[in-house]
């Protein structure tokens, strides 16, 4: 059985990661139009920077929760019949053992650099303008996808997708594109699991095919369930 989980911000929620935009529309205390777009960094890269570092800083207080190590577990009994797809921009998939995690939206532990276009793996500060390890230059951003940016390796992600036995959703909306129209991509069956309902997956999975939770073989619902 081939399985596709897509995680949002909820899961990492559980960790005390704060969630893209709180009840306020803000997040972390800023407009995400502020801090999370070209323009933004165009405009005050400073600031954007300083973000992002704290962000990053953050990471270090906090440890994967259950729901990380269920999907672990799922990995040991799936191999690579399983892809993790996470709009996260943590490592705490990768810390919880996770191996077959793809990041559509960047990761806060890397940095690349707009001159000479490689990544480097990155847990330091990135306000001051360090050099590139490659170029030299110091032209280091965040290696996230801001609003108005491709998600990456889009194209894995539809062919994982169309040959998927089983998606599921975690923790995510559902409402924010291109995730969201996930759902209807895959051509197996659908599963969400978040602690409130979502305005997308489960709507559309249940008129497609029914009551989600009944969808799932019984051993994934042991091995998530551990």
């Known amino acids: ?123 330091g500060p990135l306000a001051p303008g360090p050099s590139c390890p490659g170029c030299g230059t110091a032209s280091l951003r965040p290696d996230i996808v801001w609003f108005g940016e491709i998600p990456y390796g889009m194209d894995l992600v539809e062919e994982a997708l169309w040959e998927c036995d089983l998606f599921v959703s975690i923790g995510t909306s559902g409402v924010v594109y291109p995730a969201a129209a996930f759902v209807h991509w895959a051509r197996g069956d659908t599963l969400e699991l978040n602690l409130e309902p979502s305005a997308g997956a489960s709507d559309f999975a249940r008129s497609r095919q029914g009551p989600a939770t009944r969808l799932v073989p019984d051993w994934v619902g042991e091995v998530l369930g551990d």
């Open 1 to 123: 059985m081939k399985v596709v989980v897509l995680t949002g911000a909820g899961i990492s929620a559980e960790s005390g990661l704060s969630t893209f935009r709180d009840a306020d529309g803000l997040w972390e205390g800023h407009d995400p139009m502020q801090v999370a777009t070209p323009e933004a960094y165009a405009d005050d890269p400073a600031l954007v920077q300083r973000f992002y570092d704290e962000r990053r800083a953050a990471l270090s207080r906090v440890q994967p929760n259950a729901a990380h190590h269920a999907l672990v577990r799922l990995e040991e009994a799936l191999g690579e019949d399983l892809l993790v797809v996470t709009q996260n921009v943590d490592d705490l998939h990768e810390r919880a053992g996770s191996q077959r995690v793809h990041h559509i939206h960047g990761r806060l532990q890397s940095a690349w650099c707009t001159a000479c276009d490689e990544r480097h793996a990155w847990d």
